[in-house]
């Protein structure tokens, strides 16, 4: 069946840094794409989205990069902070639902 | 607008007891959603409901029940608690006139089985 995966479950940055976040995905039908942040002991919260039709999205200090040739999905992290700090999820729509990631844990440290 | 509102927020049962998670939200969405995740796993669907009076089964449904009578809420009930269903369970909503699918999230309600 389809699936939504990461390839690093565990992401360690420093302060300051850029962190990047990857994601392969399988159906190559999906035509949408959202990045989740989820803080310990919180529900997940939406950080971006990005439809299939474009290659890059931007927002504040983030930014989800779409190569559909290779289904790959990825979110940048400009100039990390603590606060930065969660489990991050890609998830792909599937007509009415979506299908979550594992997820990949981001740390930062000092 | 408090947005998706979950109770309770922990609950612990004994094997074979029953309850029911609720789950409110107030932005008028048609979608509503039933997920659990487990410790360092990601989001698993159980139910989901596109609108009042229809639900439909996700990913992980055995064991669980749901019913959308109203718009605003998204009930789900374990009938006979078995400790595979330990677990963290969110409620989710969204609208169709949204960017597809974005989907708020509830708290979540933590649950032990016994």
């Known amino acids: 069946g389809e699936s939504v995966g990461l390839h690093l479950p565990t992401l360690s940055v420093q302060e300051g840094d850029n962190s990047i976040i990857n994601c392969a995905y399988s159906n190559s039908a999906s035509d949408y794409f959202i990045w989740y942040k989820q803080e310990s002991g919180k529900g997940p919260q939406f950080i971006i989205d990005?439809?299939?039709?474009?290659d890059k999205r931007q927002g504040q200090r983030v930014t989800v990069l779409l190569n559909k040739t290779v289904k790959h999905l990825s979110l940048q992290i400009a100039a990390t902070q603590p606060g930065d700090s969660a489990v991050y999820f890609c998830?792909?729509?599937?007509?009415?639902?979506?299908?979550f990631g594992t997820g990949t844990r981001l740390q930062v440290f000092p | 607008n408090a947005g998706v509102t979950q109770t309770p927020k922990f609950r612990i049962l004994k094997i074979g007891q029953s309850m029911t998670l609720q789950c409110t939200q107030d932005m008028n969405h048609n979608y509503m959603y039933w997920y659990r995740q487990d410790p360092g796993m990601g989001l698993k669907l159980i139910y989901y409901?596109?609108?009042?009076?229809?639900?439909d089964k996700g990913e992980v449904p055995n064991g669980y029940n749901v019913s959308r009578s109203t718009t605003e809420d998204f009930p789900l009930r374990l009938e006979l608690a078995a400790p595979s269903q330990t677990s963290v369970y969110f409620c989710?909503?969204?609208?169709?006139?949204?960017?597809?699918?974005?989907?708020?999230f509830g708290p979540g309600t933590r649950l032990t089985v016994l």
């Open positions: 989710a909503s969204s609208s169709l006139d949204f960017p597809p699918n974005e989907q708020f």
């Open positions: 990005i439809r299939s039709n474009m």
């Open positions: 998830a792909e729509k599937d007509t009415d639902k979506l299908i």
């Open positions: 409901s596109v609108g009042a009076g229809i639900t």
